[in-house]
Nanobody, 122 residues
Framework: QVQLVESGGGSVQSGGSLRLSCAASGYTYSRYCMGWFRQAPGKEREWVATIKTYGPPNYADSVKGRFTISLDNARNTLYLQLNSLKPEDTAMYYC????????????????WGQGTQVTVSS
């Protein structure tokens, strides 16, 4: 059974930084595709970043150059470093992992964490 547990959210001022963590258990495929999504109040969940077995990470245009996704394989932990935060980054951030280690593009094929709240004040 795959479990994802996020931590590291909080409240910061504009321009500040946070590092989100996602502890993964039971995700034992030979390949992986993991990422972060976020959802602001009244808005749809949006993709933020993805990291896969092969190739460079991918980022949404809105966070490119400010956020960095990384994976510590030894600790089975996914990270998202958030720098130069803006009020529009305020959202619940969710960790996600693709079933069977393959990103199909469907949100239905993902395992989800419970989310961690990030609030950025101006």
């Amino acid at each position: 059974q795959v479990q994802l547990v996020e931590s590291g959210g909080g409240s910061v001022q504009s321009g500040g930084s946070l590092r989100l963590s996602c502890a993964a258990s039971g995700y034992t495929y030979s390949r992986y595709c993991m990422g972060w999504f976020r959802q602001a109040p009244g808005k749809e969940r949006e993709w933020v970043a993805t990291i896969k077995t092969y190739g460079p990470p991918n980022y949404a245009d809105s966070v490119k150059g400010r956020f960095t996704i990384s994976l510590d394989n030894a600790r089975n932990t996914l990270y998202l470093q958030l720098n130069s935060l803006k009020p529009e980054d305020t959202a619940m951030y969710y960790c996600a992992a693709a079933k069977y280690g393959y990103c199909s593009g469907s949100l239905q094929d993902l395992y989800w964490g419970q989310g961690t709240q990030v609030t950025v004040s101006s």
